[in-house]
């Protein structure tokens, strides 16, 4: 079972470094929907295995915690009946499973193999060391890395500045608290040099929420460490050799300017990477000597640790708390916040009022059963107040307001089940948790209070397998076992379960790759090898819609009008709430000259997207 893990881990560093292993259902041509199918590929199996043996031989929070997790990935695939956008709503089940796979596996791996629990931190660090390095290498070698046009917070390879900051946070606790010896030779330098990195990786994130995150697992890894005289050294050490790269990067113009030339940056990147290095080595000289200027613990150590906690949890929620004593969250404001520097001082909300109003509007109209999975994008259009395209977004950025618009009081109360009874172990066995773990999944689940880090698979599968570790328990006594019957029923169950969702990460994806083959035989203008390509990203994913609108676009290249209009009539039957849909119909019949089913479509765009910039004027024709 310790390999189950390994291997998860290893499958996690290397999806992360694509994309974050996130599919949007939009860039077929970037990394992030390659990293999720890998991502799903090994969880899928690892996962369904690890059900099977943590539900067996686990206690009754474990059970209920692994329903509640896999019952919402379920729930979210049944949604694709009445979500807005099937297509969506796939992918978003997708996500929903890695994440119930981690719980098993974590839950599983807690059950066989006990001790493997206390090395979970250390590990997760190690595997980080693959996304985080591969960050900072990017930003120390725009020239041979980067790419023409990057933003000015550091993004790359994950392709989300926050979420880059949640892994880095998530790598802490493991190097703080990591052994001191490994195999004869001395660890604490290197690892002191890799919360070094972990901690200006976080920092040129720009990420408030990032910062809160981290701030968050060192105290709490503070507070729960067996060794607090190192684990405090290695702190303090890594934060001071992380200064000179953050200082660096953070006064080059070249560093932080959204938008220049990957050469443009070089010479600022090398001088970062200079700094990051110096820092690093510093932090590793350094340690030794700051744990023996560390007085040894006293009679308040015991305080000081309740100090620590308090603190943690208030880093934690800073954040959300923050967002909402802001007027604009209130008043369903925007408060847009650029990416320069000054956004780390910055207290405004950054646009979240708007979208928790948006989100709070769609479960009104959906309580109980939501609008579906992934319809945030659908909700918000129907749901926003004004028509600037440029500030939606794919969701709401708080994992309780994008539950309850998705999936309604149904995946509220299975997720509550999930997180809620992993926090209440938590508390219950606080002083029993090996250094470290519980520092993951709060870390994680403090930000998910006012972003969407838990949305994205990078940051997600850890702290599910975190969580996973922390609510499960050996079994006391002896198991009565199922029936053979049962058993194997259960046993086929779960094969075609795992089998399913092989398919289930492999179809959009093959799809969206036949779309994207579409598109580039119409700019050959083979429109005949452009119709084939969107028909067979059809046959592939008959959810979504993109394969239609790419046919479309084909029947129009080849002059077929008429076979246009017919797709994008068989899109609006397919997904009449998508309001995509009826403007292309729009747009196609009044290319046509049929002013009735152009008045009519555009009716239908008004009613789904009221504020739409598209729309022919401020009452549809």
């Known amino acids: 079972m310790a390999l189950v893990g390994i291997a998860c881990l290893v499958a996690w560093a290397c999806a992360t470094t694509w994309g974050g292993a996130m599919d949007l259902g939009n860039n077929p041509g970037t990394a992030g929907p390659r990293g999720a199918v890998l991502m799903l590929m090994v969880l899928a199996p690892l996962g369904a295995w690890a059900l099977w043996q943590g539900a067996r031989r686990g206690d009754a929070i474990t059970r209920v915690v692994l329903a509640a997790a896999w019952g919402l990935a379920a729930w979210s695939g049944l949604s694709a009946v009445w979500a807005p956008d099937a297509g969506l709503a796939w992918l978003a089940t997708n996500r929903a499973a890695m994440v119930a796979a981690a719980v098993a596996v974590g839950a599983a791996v807690a059950v066989a193999v006990p001790r493997a629990v206390r090395a979970f931190p250390v590990a997760l660090s190690v595997a980080a060391v693959v996304p985080v390095g591969a960050a900072l290498a990017t930003a120390a070698l725009p020239g041979l890395l980067g790419v023409d046009g990057a933003d000015g917070r550091l993004t790359d390879p994950i392709g989300h500045p926050n979420v880059l900051a949640l892994v880095a946070a998530l790598a802490l606790p493991g190097a703080l608290v990591g052994p001191r010896t490994a195999r004869g030779l001395p660890?604490?330098?290197?690892?002191?040099?890799?919360?070094?990195?972990?901690?200006?990786?976080?920092?040129?994130?720009?990420?408030?929420?990032?910062?809160?995150?981290?701030?968050?697992?060192?105290?709490?890894?503070?507070?729960?460490a067996d060794r607090p005289r190192a684990a405090v050294g290695r702190a303090i050490t890594a934060a001071l050799g992380a200064v000179p790269a953050v200082v660096v990067a953070l006064s080059a113009d070249a560093f932080t300017a959204d938008g220049l030339d990957a050469s443009a940056r070089a010479g600022a990147g090398a001088r970062f990477g200079l700094a990051l290095v110096a820092g690093a080595a510093a932090a590793a000289w350094l340690v030794p000597r700051a744990m023996r200027a560390i007085p040894r613990g006293t009679g308040r150590a015991g305080a000081a640790r309740r100090v620590a906690v308090v603190l943690g949890v208030a880093c934690a929620a800073a954040p959300g708390?923050?967002?909402?004593?802001?007027?604009?969250?209130?008043?369903?404001?925007?408060?847009?916040?650029?990416?320069?520097?000054?956004?780390?001082?910055?207290?405004?909300?950054?646009?979240r009022g708007a979208w928790w109003c948006e989100a709070y509007g769609g479960w009104r109209a959906a309580p109980v059963a939501g609008n579906g999975a992934g319809s945030f994008p659908l909700v918000e259009r129907r749901e926003r107040r004004d028509g600037n395209d440029l500030l939606t977004t794919r969701d709401p950025h708080e994992m309780w307001l994008e539950a309850a618009s998705a999936t309604g009081l149904v995946g509220v109360a299975l997720l509550g089940a999930m997180w809620g009874l992993g926090l209440w172990r938590i508390t219950r066995r606080w002083s029993a948790l090996p250094p470290g773990l519980a520092a993951v999944p709060l870390a994680a689940l403090g930000q998910a209070q006012s972003d969407w880090v838990l949305s994205?698979?990078?940051a997600a599968v850890p702290a599910a397998a975190a969580l996973g570790l922390v609510v499960a328990t050996r079994r006391r006594g002896r198991t009565r076992p199922a029936a053979h019957a049962a058993r194997t029923v259960a046993a086929a169950g779960l094969a075609v379960t795992a089998t399913a969702l092989v398919a289930s990460a492999w179809l959009p994806f093959l799809s969206a790759r036949a779309a994207l083959a579409s598109e580039d035989a119409l700019v050959r203008g083979d429109a005949s090898a452009a119709l084939r390509s969107a028909q067979r990203a059809g046959s592939l994913n008959p959810l979504a819609l993109d394969p239609l609108f790419a046919e479309a676009r084909a029947r129009q290249a080849g002059g077929d009008t008429a076979g246009e209009r017919a797709?994008?009539?068989?899109?609006?039957?397919?997904?009449?709430?998508?309001?995509?849909?009826?403007?292309?119909?729009?747009?196609?019949?009044?290319?046509?000259?049929?002013?009735?089913?152009?008045?009519a479509a555009w009716r239908q765009v008004a009613r789904l997207d009221p504020h739409s910039e598209r729309l022919p004027g401020p009452e549809p024709r």
Do not use: H, K, M
């Open 456 to 458: 994205w698979p990078a």
């Open 321 to 351: 708390a923050v967002a909402l004593a802001q007027p604009a969250t209130w008043d369903c404001g925007r408060g847009f916040v650029d990416n320069a520097t000054a956004r780390v001082t910055s207290l405004s909300s950054n646009q």
């Open 567 to 599: 797709v994008l009539r068989e899109a609006t039957r397919r997904q009449p709430d998508n309001p995509e849909a009826w403007t292309r119909l729009a747009a196609a019949a009044e290319r046509a000259r049929s002013a009735r089913e152009a008045r």
């Open 187 to 224: 660890t604490g330098p290197w690892l002191t040099a890799w919360a070094s990195a972990c901690i200006a990786t976080v920092a040129l994130t720009l990420s408030r929420g990032g910062y809160a995150a981290a701030a968050t697992a060192v105290l709490l890894t503070l507070a729960t």
